[in-house]
């Protein structure tokens, strides 16, 4: 093998498996963000409740796309 190669294989190489923590502690948040949301759209505040589930989709949107 060349240096090239080296080099290659050192920057390929797969990142460390996540814990998983994270994923269910944003499953957790999303899903009380959506229920808060819906009890104030339920309770007479539309307008407010809407706003924050658009919110919380375009911050869930972003975060997925990693930026």
């Known amino acids: 093998m ?5 080099w290659e294989r ?9 814990s998983g923590r994270g994923r269910g502690e944003a499953l957790l948040a999303g ?6 949301c819906t009890a104030l759209i339920v309770l007479g505040g ?4 809407v706003a924050g589930l658009v919110l919380a989709g375009v911050i869930a949107v972003l975060w997925r796309c990693g930026l």
Not at 2 to 6: C, E, I, R, S, W
Not at 10 to 18: I, K, V
Not at 46 to 49: D, E, P, R, S
């Open 10 to 18: 050192e920057f390929g190489a797969s990142e460390p498996a996540e």
């Open 2 to 6: 060349d240096d090239f190669h080296l």
């Open 31 to 36: 899903a009380l963000t959506v229920t808060g």
């Open 46 to 49: 539309t307008a407010a409740g």
